[in-house]
Structures are given as structure tokens and as C-alpha cells.
């Protein structure tokens, strides 16, 4: 199935207490949109009518820019302290601590932790304690998986660092042309 852009428009319940939602689709989105209305009645067709729909408030992704300038800070702040770039890397998103929470069996845990770890250098796990045979497990997500209002905030916090070891940074009215940290100042 697609996902797509949508704007809510209203919400209207029948005499039988069914309630129909109603989405308006504007643009390039409206292509996606038909896409998954002729996959639905490809289904419904087949009998299997039943969906599950997942709707989420819409946030713009950040830019590759604003990537692209997390990691110039970086380098700079390696090169200052010789600290490995991602050693530094870890520790922001540590720091940031957006993290999800799990309690496992041990086998269950290691296994987890594995898989996590694989998504990339800033996915960090932190095994927290263990109780009654589980262990509580803290899995950190890296920055690619950060909204522009994370990422800015990630950004804010190596500024600060590089500014602490003198390293010049972009001046705020820079960093607010970044359009991805321009929007998130805005959230």
C-alpha cells in the first residue's frame, strides 16, 4: 500500500453508529492516493475489505543538508580532540536520548541488540539491568531516522560542544537557512 499526504476534512456517523472519515488529497499526492484506492478495491473484490490504516500528524523531512552539516561539525570536533568521528557521533545521540525500551529473555535481548546495532553507527543499545529473568534493553535511534525537530535539536548540541572547543560554527542566521532547521525552530 502507498503512503501518502492528507489533509482531514470531516467525520460523519450513521444512524447505525458507523463513522466515515473523509481525507482530501491535493497535488502530486493524488497519484499515491489512487494507486492505494485501486489496490483497495483490488481487495475488496477479493473479500478482504478489512484494512488497518496508521494515520501520523505530518512532519517534513529534514535536509541532507543539515546531515551533511552535523557531520562537517563533527570532523572538526575530531580533528580538535582526536577523538574518532564516530565515537563523537554516539555520544550526541546518547546524549539526545531518543531511545526505545525493551525487556527480553537473554537470548531474546542479545538478539535485539544485534539486530538494532545493524541499523547503522548511531543505533546504539545500552543494557540497562535485568529482573525476574528479563533484561531492560535501551535501543537509541541514529540521526536518519531523526524528524526535522530532533535533528535540530541534535545539531544545537554539537554546536555547543564545537563552540566550548572554539570551533567556529555557522552563525544562527546561517543555521536558520538550513531549511530543515529553519522549519524545526518553527514546531
Not at 535501543?139 to 566550548?164: A, D, H, L, P, R
Request: net charge positive.
Amino acid at each position: 500500500m502507498q503512503k501518502f499526504i492528507a489533509y482531514f476534512d470531516r467525520a460523519l456517523t450513521d444512524t447505525d453508529g458507523t463513522l466515515t472519515l473523509s481525507f482530501a488529497i491535493k497535488g502530486a499526492e493524488k497519484k499515491k492516493a489512487m494507486e492505494c484506492v485501486q489496490e483497495m478495491q483490488k481487495l475488496k473484490l477479493q473479500g478482504k475489505e478489512r484494512l488497518t490504516l496508521e494515520i501520523k500528524q505530518y512532519r517534513k523531512q529534514r535536509s541532507k543538508s543539515a546531515n551533511d552539516y552535523a557531520w562537517e561539525l563533527i570532523g572538526k570536533l575530531s580533528e580538535k580532540t582526536g577523538e574518532h568521528k564516530n565515537d563523537i557521533y554516539r555520544k550526541f545521540i546518547y546524549e539526545l536520548g531518543i531511545y526505545r525500551e525493551w525487556k527480553a529473555d537473554e537470548a531474546s535481548a542479545e538478539t535485539l541488540m544485534k539486530v538494532w546495532q545493524a541499523m547503522g553507527i548511531g543505533w546504539i543499545v545500552e543494557r540497562v539491568d535485568s529482573e525476574n529473568g528479563l533484561v531492560r534493553v535501551h535501543g537509541y535511534y541514529g540521526s536518519s531516522s531523526f524528524n526535522t525537530k530532533q535533528m535540530y535539536k541534535f545539531i544545537q548540541n554539537i554546536v555547543n560542544e564545537c563552540k566550548n572547543w572554539g570551533i567556529e560554527t555557522r552563525t544562527p542566521d546561517e543555521l536558520a537557512n538550513l531549511a530543515s532547521l529553519h522549519k524545526a525552530e518553527k514546531l
